[in-house]
């Protein structure tokens, strides 16, 4: 049964279910990335994604239209982002916990206007998958890379985007420094105030869409607690991918192949026991972060308010 | 500096009362007025020393029953069959007046819910249901405190040898093995997908259930089954349908509330659905064909009757389909349901009159 493994089916399947899984992850993780490399722990993620789901959700259900739902997402992510950057930025607030705050705002938030508006369980039309003329029809790969909705392709699109921005242009040049060391962003005439408000808002809207992409793309649902850990997960991937889009893409998509090829270790009915099949992802997960601890750092400024010395 | 602490704690409290405002609502049929500090549990406050509230009602005075559950009312699932099958006692005995209802949904945190739990006790309700598995070790830890309140818990058959604790469960391997029959009949593929979540109490045995009714009614039908290993984690169940899907089944089925992602896939996919636990025609109408629903009415009629009569507890019941409480439900719109009704009703016979037999694995 092992063997089975080793079919074509089952490999497309593992990879085309990998990339669908992992674009929540991607929106979030990178969005979290920018805020990070700028100094700010925002682990407010998961509440964003979800008021960003049922934002996306509720909107797309009443006005038909998925784009509104999606500009819908982003706002309602970009105004926690904007609220969390009030937080932490003016006020000072030690960033863990008012994440958390954040978190447990968007849990509740989202569940009592998911109550008040909905009332049930409800299914939309979300974004239907789009197949690449000419490159969808190449077997195997066809199917894994080009049939797939377009919040997918953007999410995959955005890794490269966000290293541009992060690595070659003058804006990534100053989260950079805000981030590693902010006295002297400021004493350059960086406004670290503002980078960690663009930062943060940033990191919000993508958390927003991310939400979206569950509720009116992959899932076309919204249920109370639906995104159950994922934005944590976001968290943690930026330190695996150690602050860098590529590096974040790359534990996305490990963390979600593994998660696929465990569904599909249980339904090929090879023998290991169904509790043990779902720690893998995780394990592996701890595995990885454990073996690149000793070679990355974390942005130096990171999680420490910024309050110019008088 | 000082200001700015106050000012983030104010923010956070905020969050947290929001938070914990949704999982705590009174049932929209009870007045407000009747019974306003039952809506807002006080999760502070500490267990009454002094015994609570006498437990025999004169007949003016409502029965009071407070009911926690881990997920949302409306799941169509779990807490969903339980919150309907109150309404409907609720209905039985004349409304409101009659019998006062309140409920904590989406107590997913257990320690949440046995502060819940120990606040209706002390709030002197007669029977406080303690709706998950997950909450036994509170049940068994607050129960003695209240010896005048009678608790229920489930799904299980464990009282604690506690004479104020009812225990009660789903024989949801029935509903199951009539699901898993129509299945291998309906499927031409032979290949079945089923999504679990965590391979425990009631999932498994509708599981088990499912697979032996399958495997019974046709040898050559293949059952994969995939337990996610979460409750809630909709993403990876409806990529558990997917993967299904790919390895060739064509009738799926699946249980717990995350399952919506599942039904989502299988109407893209245009593949039969199989439900169990509320009726899920609603989410899918073109391919549900049946659902077991749970009907608990039935065994808290008779938990009231005992409290009533002075029994707080010591007993465990089960819902099975020979006493009504789990019903197959079918979607009147389906296209397929002629073809096996008439396999439907000889399987439910067979399994109330024991003529059918249904072997689980043994754990």
Known sequence: ?310 | MKNIVRLFGLFLLLALAVSACAPATPAPTEPAATEPQATEPPATEPPATEPPAPTEPPAAEPFRVAVVMPSAINDLAFSQSMYDALLRVQEEMGGPDAFELVYSESMFVVDDAAAAIRDYASQGFNLVIAHGSQYGSSVQEIAPDFPETSFAWGTTVDTFGLPNVFAYEAASQEGGYVNGALAATLSTSKVIGVVGPIETGDAKLYVDGFKAGAEATNPDVQVNVNYIGSFSDVALASEAATTHISAGADVLTGTAQMVVGAIGKAEEADVLWFGTQSNQTSLAPSIVVASQVYHWEGILNEMIAKIQAGTLGGESFVITLANGGEVVEFNPDSTVVADVQALADETIQGIIDGTIEITLPSP
Do not use: C
């Open chain 1, 1 to 310: 049964m092992i063997s089975d493994l080793f079919s074509v089916t089952v490999l497309i399947g593992i990879l085309a279910s990998g990339i669908r899984l992992a674009t929540p992850y991607l929106y979030a993780a990178i969005g979290e990335t920018f805020g990070q490399r700028s100094g700010v722990l925002n682990l407010g993620v998961e509440g964003q994604m979800l008021l960003g789901a049922f934002a996306a959700f509720y909107v797309a259900l009443t006005t038909g239209n998925l784009w509104l739902g999606v500009l819908a997402a982003m706002i309602v992510g970009a105004v926690m982002g904007l609220a969390m950057a009030y937080v932490t930025v003016n006020l000072h607030a030690q960033q863990g916990i008012s994440g958390i705050g954040f978190y447990l705002f968007g849990l509740g938030m989202s569940d009592l206007l998911f109550q008040k508006l909905l009332g049930t369980v409800e299914t939309v039309k979300g974004f239907p998958k789009i197949h690449i003329p000419g490159l969808s029809d190449i077997p195997g790969i066809g199917e894994i890379f080009f049939s797939q909705n377009l919040l997918v392709y953007i999410a995959y699109l955005l890794v490269p985007l966000a290293w541009f921005v992060l690595n070659k242009t003058t804006l990534g040049l100053k989260i950079r420094s805000v981030g590693e060391n902010p006295e002297a962003a400021d004493s350059l005439g960086v406004s670290v105030a503002r980078i960690r408000y663009l930062t943060i808002i940033l990191g919000g809207t993508l958390s927003g869409i991310a939400g979206a992409s569950l509720s009116i793309a992959l899932l076309n649902v919204f249920q109370q607690n639906m995104t159950s850990g994922l934005g944590f997960i976001a968290v943690a991937l930026v330190y695996f991918g150690a602050w860098r889009p590529l590096g974040v893409l790359g534990g996305a998509l490990l963390f979600s192949m593994i998660n696929s090829l465990q569904l599909w270790i249980q339904v090929l009915g090879i023998p290991i026991p169904s509790d043990i099949a779902v720690m893998m992802p995780y394990v592996l997960t701890i595995l990885v972060l454990v073996a690149s601890v000793s070679r990355v750092r974390a942005p130096s400024a990171l999680t420490k308010p910024f309050e110019r010395e008088a």
